[in-house]
Structure formats: structure tokens, C-alpha cells
């Protein structure tokens, strides 16, 4: 994190998304300063805040991108969720404390994922010891004799060495085996009008206590015993309870929230109705963003620097329309510009996951070469920037959903043209898109 400068941050995002450099030098920002705020005494340190965001532009200008790159970048605890799904208290449907809980069980994986790696190899040894008691069981025989060096015991070393050779080399994957697995029971008809994410943590502890692991035995092939086996010996060899901590420390101080359609919470003063649920969950956020502690199943977890970049277009509101508190929580804001006819040809090419390199690599997988000239990008970009005008405005999306109207034939032929090379110029363009760009009702349907 040490060489994560701010420059290097945004080189890295440039490689994924076009333009917006504005908010790109915003998140690389909040994020180094996270670095530097753990270089800090420990009694300045506790005093430095999160820099919040909020980022203002329409739809598929990059928005979510930025934010699910940087977390990417950085191996910090992501999530996204939208504004619009969460109730104010007391109400029926999720509260905005669930979206750290959400927070903490993805940090739980992505720690447990980590531990995986670093036991694996014990694991795996421990795996294959257990395949080989399956496969020659160890008889009351064996067990009493306690002399290694007898005929027996050398007998049953010599074909346990020679399974151990012919299961490294896959030669067993597809026997059968007997397998004990311990799966889980749910509760069943206990409060079934809502989900076990909505419980309080103490009850789901409660009710995973009620109803212990209950062993089934399974007949399953070598090779998917192999991974089920793997799966047990990681999970006795992980410490829970230290990538429970680990998980909670890398939340508290490296966790990202991406709050997406803050503006359909945003009221205008004028607008009169029934709707209960925006200013409460406005109100409800406050204490989440500016610092509180939340109790989830794996423990209680302070908010104060948690990262939350929220996002809207405020198309028929604005930013002021939030509540001041809110507001004055999320102190960056940063405009995100609409998409040009050069950015649409810029992504159509530069990024590593451009749309044109996955069809190629798509229709790579059925033996057809597909060559896209540049003038044929031009003409894609043209054809979705044009569409946006006279249409909705939905951004970069609209180049995926072109892209797939121009595709459409040769994808429902390419198993039958193996071999073949076919290269889109702009005359292929065009004759499969320009009716549909000249009828703007048809547009309006189709693209």
C-alpha cells in the first residue's frame, strides 16, 4: 500500500475506464489518505475521518467502475448497494445497519479466502491422506499392530504408495467413494416472512446453535470428494476466531460502502406525499456514516473510518436537496461529465476489458477470427453515442447493447463457421444497424 501513490492509483484506473479524471483524482485521494492515516500517531490517528464522496452523474459514466476498481486494487471489503432497498426503522424491509453486516461477512470470505491460501498445502497433504483411508479402510488388524516393520504393514504401505500414485495422476477421479459431509439445517417456518439477514444477530446465533451440523453420507466420485474433503481440512485448520478479527480490524479501517441512487432519497422542499421512507432513511444513514458502533454476528464494528461513496444522477433533484447533515457527511463531491462520441470510440479499444477484445475472445472459443477495423469502431461509437440522443441517455451501456445487436447473427453462427475469419468494417456496421438508427421509434424498442 506503501507504493499505491495517488499517480499509480489513477494510471490503474485509466486502464478500465475512460475519462472522468476528475473523480478519479478524488477516490485515489481518499484512499491514500487512509494510508496515511495509519502512519499517525496513535493520538492524532483515531481524529482523522474518512474522505466520504459523492459522485454526480448520469447513468454509465463510470461511477460504480471507479469504485469496484479502487476497492479491487486496494484488497479492501467492498460493497454496493442501492439506496432505494433500504426502510426507515420500524417499517418492513432492511435497515440501513444491514448493509455493514453484508460488509463484514464479505470481509469474513475474502479474509478466509487468505487463511485458505496460506494452509493449502497442509490441507491438501491431509486430503489426500484421508482419499487413502477411504480407499484401503485401516482394519482392527492394522490398528493392534503396532510393528512397522512386519509384512503386513509393508504389504499395505506398498498399495497405499501405489493409490497415492495413481490418485495424483488422476487415474481414480471417477470412482465412487462413500462421503459423511456436515451440512447445515435452516430453520424451517420460524419467522418465514423475512430472511435470516434480517434477524438480529444474537437471534441468528441463537438459531444456528438450535439446529447443529447434521452428518449425511453421500456417494460421490474422487474428484469432487477431493475438493469436499479439501474444503473440511482448510476449515479445521483456519482459525476462526482470528480471521474473524482480521476481518473486523481490515472492515473498520479499510471497508468501502459504494451507496448508489443517493438521489432518489432526495426530496425537493416542494414535493408533497405519503412517502414515509426518504427522509427517514436519510436520517437513519447519519449515524452510520458519521461513526457508530453496529452489532453483527461475527461482533460489534465501529463505522468512524469506513470509506462510503455515494452516487446519483439528480436528474429531477439536487444534491441540496438532501438533508444538511447529510450532506455536510459526505463532503467531496465531484461532477462526472457525459460520455462523448471520442470516449464511446476510446472504450470501444483501450480499456483491458474492452467490448471489442470479448468478442473476439468469445467468438475466439468456436475457432472464428473476428477482426474489427477502426472505422468500424468509429461507426459502433457513432451509432450508440446518436442513440443516446435520441433516446434515454444510459452511457457506456449503450455500446453493449449495439454491440450485441451487431453480433447477434454471427453469434447464433459461429459454431457452424469454424475456421473462418470475418473482419466489421464500417460497411458490415451499417448494414445490420443503420435501419434501426434511422427509425427512432424502432431505436427506441430495439436499441
Known sequence: MSQLTPRKIVDELDRYIIGQDAAKRAAAIAIRNRWRRQQLPDELRDEVGPSNI?????????????????????????????????TEVGYHGRDVESMIRDLVDLAVNMVRDEQTEVVRTEAERLTEEHLLDILIPPTDFDRSDNDAASDTAQRRQRNREKLRAQLRAGELDERVVELR????????????????????????????????????????PIREAREIILDQQCEKLIDREKVTDIALRRTEN???????????????????????????????????????????RHGPLRTDHILFIAAGAFHGSKPSDLMPELQGRLPIRVELTDLTREDFTRILTEPRNALTRQQTALMGTEGVLIEFTPDAVVAIADIAFRVNESTENIGARRLMTV??????????DASERSGETIRIDRQYVSERLAGLTEDADLSRFIL
Open 403 to 412: 454491440m450485441e445487436r451487431l453480433m447477434e447473427e454471427l453469434s447464433f
Open 54 to 86: 459523492i459522485l454526480i452523474g448520469p447513468t454509465g459514466v463510470g461511477k460504480t467502475e471507479i469504485a469496484r476498481r479502487l476497492a479491487h486494487l486496494v484488497s479492501a471489503p467492498f460493497i454496493k448497494v442501492e439506496a432505494t432497498k433500504y
Open 181 to 220: 459431509i456436515e451440512a447445515k439445517q435452516m430453520p424451517i417456518g420460524v419467522m418465514t416472512s423475512f430472511g435470516m439477514d434480517q434477524l438480529e444477530p444474537e437471534m441468528q446465533n441463537i438459531l444456528e446453535r438450535l439446529m447443529p451440523a447434521q452428518p449425511k453420507t453421500r456417494l460421490v
Open 254 to 296: 479499510a471497508g468501502i460502502v459504494f451507496l448508489d441512487e443517493i438521489d432518489k432519497l432526495a426530496a425537493p422542499s416542494q414535493t408533497h406525499g405519503p412517502d414515509i421512507s426518504r427522509a427517514g432513511v436519510q436520517r437513519d444513514l447519519l449515524p452510520i456514516i458519521e461513526g457508530c458502533t453496529v452489532s453483527t
